[in-house]
């Protein structure tokens, strides 16, 4: 059977390059957009300069990474993403220098990451999708935040990296309790033991929400926690200084 070459298709001559789908153009249609205080106006320049950038992005990102994979529909997981981006749009700040791609493209991600997990427990709960209130507004703060770091598919810790982790953890949590630290020391200490444990059963991986987590877990509040933290730096420090080969 014979084999069909590839044909290669060429750009005519003199004929302008493939103009890109979320350039600075968008960047400023969303900075406009944040601006105008006509409403009538505000969803013109949504519709026709900012929605067709969100929706190529959103695609492109949903056919890259395969999360079009589970129950949901192609049409209604990009719908549901793009409204979020939507919502959102208040949040990006451009006095920071921050493109505006780079922000949307995480905040889209790390959306469909936490949808596909939700999703994933859902239907492994045998619940139904349409009874689910499916972010909190803590989850969506999280998502939001352009401190987010890589989605947690791209955090994989590799097995033998854990177990050093772990050893660390394990030492840090030991001395904590026998050097007389305080109540709220060891409550952080046994929390973050805690987080690391569980982490692949959590939604979301950053550091912000590495500290929601921490918080909730341990029972203190932010300030109590802070100042455990600093403390307990102070450990991960010296322990660092002294097994500077695992380093």
Request: a positive charge.
């Amino acid at each position: 059977m014979a084999i069909k070459k590839r044909k290669r298709i060429r750009r005519a001559k003199g004929s302008a390059p493939r103009k890109l789908y979320f350039d600075e153009n968008t960047q400023q249609a969303i900075v406009d957009f944040q601006s105008e205080e006509d409403s009538s106006e505000r969803e013109k320049i949504y519709e026709i300069r900012i929605l067709p950038s969100f929706s190529k992005l959103v695609e492109n990102i949903i056919l890259i990474y395969g999360f079009a994979k589970g129950s949901e529909s192609f049409d209604v997981l990009k719908n549901d993403c793009i409204t979020f981006l939507y919502e959102t749009l208040y949040k990006f700040d451009n006095s920071k220098g921050t493109k505006a791609f780079s922000y949307f493209n995480v905040v889209a991600k790390n959306w469909l990451v936490l949808n596909s997990r939700r999703t994933r427990r859902i239907t492994h709960n045998h619940l139904s999708l349409a009874n689910q209130d499916r972010f909190s507004a803590r989850d969506k703060d999280l998502i939001a935040n352009y401190q987010i770091a890589r989605a947690p598919d791209e955090l994989m810790i590799s097995q033998e990296f854990r177990g050093e982790i772990m050893k660390t953890l394990e030492y840090i949590r030991n001395k904590v309790k026998s050097s007389g630290k305080s109540k709220n020391d060891i409550a952080c200490a046994e929390a973050i033991v805690t987080v690391f444990e569980q982490v692949d059963q959590l939604d979301f991986l950053n550091k912000r929400a590495i500290f929601v987590y921490v918080r909730n877990i341990s029972g203190l509040n932010s300030k109590q926690l802070s100042a455990s933290m600093s403390s307990i730096r102070k450990i991960y420090r010296e322990y660092k200084q002294t097994n500077k080969d695992l380093f």
